[in-house]
């Protein structure tokens, strides 16, 4: 079952141009993380952020929390053709079992 | 530093075969997770190993199994497939056991397809 559900699902921009991602999830959380897929590919881990962060940066990725919300979102600044992937955020759950439930992912297409 | 291996890359079976699939973590982790990834249904979560150990198990039947070995390579089998079967499976490792605190390795993954 998903606990992470990315919006919107698919984005398509310009190189140059910044992408913003959203995730919703449904029960409180330790610590929420975003991953990025190539087409086919394995997921390749981009940031973790935890729940008593408010935000997060890491080279041109902007991750924000609210967990009043229940809601995170991912910024990508820049944004270059090699940013096409599918992006999927990744929750535990707050006093449930030790184990990753990803969203259904985002897919964002960076034209040149 | 080598990063998560699965083997086979790409598999075809019939319906009412069984497959095994291998992922070897990166060196020093000892953990290791099982996704199933579909269109329809996205990453499901499989199962974790820990230490030989399973530690965690999603809401397959009972066809999906696995274990891990002392060198903490891990295998997945199903058996008696299934068309709805067909995935891409993938293999994550980390460090320490959960991967809820910290981050996944992913291997490529294997495409399964049942015909």
């Known amino acids: 079952s998903q606990q992470g559900e990315e919006d919107p699902q698919a984005l398509s921009i310009q190189e140059g141009e910044n992408a913003t991602m959203n995730c919703s999830y449904k029960t409180s959380i330790n610590n929420l993380q975003w991953y990025r897929q190539n087409s086919g590919r394995g997921l390749v881990h981009l940031i973790l952020i935890r729940s008593n962060e408010r935000e997060k940066h890491s080279g041109r990725l902007r991750v924000t929390l609210d967990t009043s919300k229940k809601s995170s979102s991912l910024l990508i600044t820049a944004s270059r053709a090699a940013d096409t992937a599918s992006y999927f955020c990744?929750?535990?759950?707050?006093?449930?079992?030790?184990?990753?439930?990803f969203g259904k992912g985002m897919k964002l297409t960076v034209n040149p | 530093k080598a990063g998560v291996t699965q083997t086979p890359r790409y598999l075809i079976k019939t319906r009412g075969q069984q497959v095994t699939l291998s992922c070897s973590p990166i060196?020093?982790?000892?953990?290791v997770s099982w996704y199933q990834q579909t269109p329809g249904q996205g990453l499901q979560f499989l199962f974790e190993y820990f230490s030989e150990t399973q530690r965690n198990k999603g809401n397959f039947p009972g066809r999906f199994s696995g274990r891990q070995f002392s060198n903490s390579r891990s295998e997945m089998n199903v058996s008696t497939l299934e068309l709805g079967d067909s995935a891409l499976y993938l293999c994550a490792s980390s460090l320490l056991a959960g991967g809820v605190s910290w981050e996944l390795f992913f291997g490529e993954g294997s495409r399964l397809t049942v015909l």
């Open positions: 060196s020093g982790h000892r953990s």
């Open positions: 990744a929750t535990d759950t707050q006093g449930g079992s030790e184990k990753l439930v």
